[in-house]
């Protein structure tokens, strides 16, 4: 198989094209820039948005696109950052379909990132992929204006919206940001605790990306968290269970907020969502509740 990874030297980029290539696939990985520390395969390439515009025969017989690229939302959500967050997404829909459309062949599935806070947030609700999705702060709106985008870029082309939760990683990500306090010794709560925590094992979102791929029947928005998500005081104390760390020092809101602004809705609020279309269609979930999934990590 032939697969084109966009943002293939992002954290779950990186996974995706390891995972592929030990099954033999090919793989074109394309950014913005060509990353320093390139991985040499035989089956890798590494292209930028501009040489595949003067280029784009390098992409034809592609089976699928997936599409992971866009700046981190953890950032100051300064003016000028939620303009680049905003920007990075609709700007790499937009070359990926200019893309499709120059191509003879185009990939039978598209694969695009997406994320969970497009259902808004709640502490009592749950979310299937049948639910409404809902605009109420700045990751909502991201969310909803990228899979729209998505949806009149690829026309004509099965695509996939994967909704992703917190993806639970060492190399990067929000882990090993969270995780930190509780190395330090002050691991606790955040806020009230209450808030859902949609979480998904690196291994088992890149599994989904291929499930949905293989599964033609398999389109539409797809949550990608696992079928047991966390309040965040489930999640800290489990941390400190596996890590045999205290968990004890809470972080109130009102500091959260003072420390990182705007950006603290995405620790404060939440939302619990179910990987319904998954399951229906029979994926299997390698790390389904957390504490296996955080002990797999510990032994890395």
């Known amino acids: 198989m032939k697969y084109i990874i966009c943002g293939g030297s992002g954290f779950i980029g990186s996974e995706l094209t390891g995972y592929w290539l030990q099954s033999g696939h ?10 320093e520390n390139k991985l040499d395969h035989p089956g890798l390439s590494y292209l930028t948005w501009d040489s595949l515009a003067a280029n784009p025969e390098a992409a034809e017989g592609a089976d699928a696109l997936i599409n992971l690229a866009g700046a981190s939302l953890s950032q100051r959500w300064t003016p000028k950052g939620k303009q680049a967050i905003m920007e990075s997404r609709l700007e790499t829909v937009a070359a990926a379909g200019k893309l499709l459309n120059s191509l003879q062949h185009k990939p039978s599935v598209i694969v ?3 994320a969970v ?7 009592q609700d749950t979310y299937t992929e049948a639910s409404e999705t809902r605009v109420v702060d700045f990751p909502s709106e991201v969310v909803k204006t990228w899979e729209e985008a998505a949806d009149e870029a690829y026309a004509g082309i099965r695509l996939v919206k994967l909704r992703t939760g ?3 990683g060492n190399e990067s990500g929000a882990f090993p940001k969270m995780k930190l306090p509780y190395s330090l010794g002050f691991g606790g709560k955040i806020g009230t605790g209450k808030q859902w925590m949609s979480w998904i094992h690196l291994t ?11 599964q033609p029947e398999i389109e539409g928005p797809v949550n990608a968290t696992a079928p047991q998500p966390v309040t965040n005081e489930q999640f800290g104390r489990m941390i400190g269970k596996v890590y045999h760390r205290p968990h004890w020092f809470p972080l109130p ?23 319904s279309k998954a399951i229906n269609h029979g994926f299997t979930f390698n790390y389904p509740t957390l504490q296996p999934a955080l002990e797999q990590l510990k032994s890395q």
Do not use: M, W
Not at 27 to 35: E, L, M, Q, T
């Open 204 to 214: 088992d979102i890149v599994r989904l990306i291929e499930f949905c791929i293989l």
């Open 112 to 114: 695009q990132s997406s």
């Open 166 to 168: 917190v993806v639970l």
């Open 117 to 123: 806070a497009i259902y808004g947030t709640s502490v």
């Open 253 to 275: 809101a009102f500091l959260l907020k003072t420390a990182v602004g705007e950006l603290s809705e995405i620790l404060l609020e939440g939302q619990r969502v179910l990987p």
């Open 26 to 35: 090919q793989i074109i990985s394309v950014g913005r820039k060509n990353p």
